[in-house]
């Protein structure tokens, strides 16, 4: 069993290879137990971790030190001291997430089916005259399922509808709808979606009655955990339905599904697309072996208010490197003190500035904005964070022409 999840690990593979090699010459790396090689590239040490290049696919995988040989401990050691970051000339190019570095973008959450009424009338033009003026903003994050509620949806999806519940997908293509108007605005597009989905594993007592057992009785017919059918029924018809036009995916609570089925359905429809996964909320910046981007919730809001000082540690943890065990550095912070509602938690000038901190270090962040009634989810935006959204797009604009 230790030897088959080593080899697991040690074949994983997190990025895409295209480019230039690093200056290291290939070396033959062994396993602790020496039941498992691979001929790679020497390409960085951090946290413990090191990443390599294979020679034969030239593919990057991610390797605990512990887990090498003695010998590949002792090379590691010599090109710097355990546990500092050590780099040999890295390609930038291979990395899947390049084009998030030294980027930002914004998130807003959009009715679903919880909201019939508010889904049917939500509207995607009041929302994009607003918020096209933030053209130096890369990306938006929009949402498939209503916020972290997986049994509830913002698009139709058949199989949703004729085996758990025709109640929980529209029959509107919101999402689609909003994608399409972003597209052509010149904004990528990321994808929130609650990793549960009908299994509701985090949140049951919020699923629509019936919900999770007729889910879990479909996922059976289908010979699939309701975890694998979440990733292999949802997920890859929606990424292979709206193909290229979506760039990335943000997997929320993901220890509630099933990560690696979930890697393989979202690249479905975009091989490029870039994904995270949520494993926990803390300004450390926490990821996976499957992340491209960190998910980078903070503190939990239960605890902590978005702009509490501790939540620096994101920031500055990205002023030393901008990639974190492997996954391009991204902070999550929410502009008020709830992800979807309540009164802005940061001032102007600070929210300016860890911004073009971030993007400065070639890090990457994403705002999480209420809309202006949150409570009937309505367009556009709420006024304040509106405003102080102008403020970063007017901060990265003039730092661009310095």
Known sequence: MKLRLFAVVFLTVLFAAAGSASAEKPRVWKSADGKVSVKAEFID???????????????????PVNKLSLRDQKYIRKQGKQGETTTAPPALTDRRAAWME????FRFNMPGMKQAESLATFDVQKMMK???VLDSATWVQINLTQGANGSFYTSPHADLARHVSADIVPQRDLFGEMLEALNAQGFKVMVYFATEGPTMGKHPDKALAGVIEKWKKYAKSRRMTPEQAVADIIVKEYSLRYGAKIAGWWFDHAKYGDIPALDKAARAGNPEAVLSFNVGGSPELLTCPE???TAGHP???????????????????MEKSNYINGSLGHFFPPMQEKWNAGKPAFETEKAVDWT????QAKGSITWAVALADAKNKRAPLADFQF?????????????RKQ
Do not use: C, Y
């Open 356 to 359: 073009m901190r971030i993007v």
């Open 130 to 132: 607003q918020i096209k």
């Open 45 to 63: 040490f951090e946290n413990k971790v090191v990443r390599l290049r294979r020679t034969d696919n030239h593919k990057i995988v991610s390797v």
């Open 387 to 399: 405003n102080q959204l102008k403020a970063i797009d007017q901060a990265f604009k003039a730092s």
């Open 102 to 105: 030294g980027q930002w973008g």
């Open 291 to 293: 992340s491209d981007f």
């Open 299 to 317: 503190t939990p809001m239960k605890q902590q208010s978005p702009s509490w000082e501790g939540n620096e540690v994101a920031i500055t943890l």
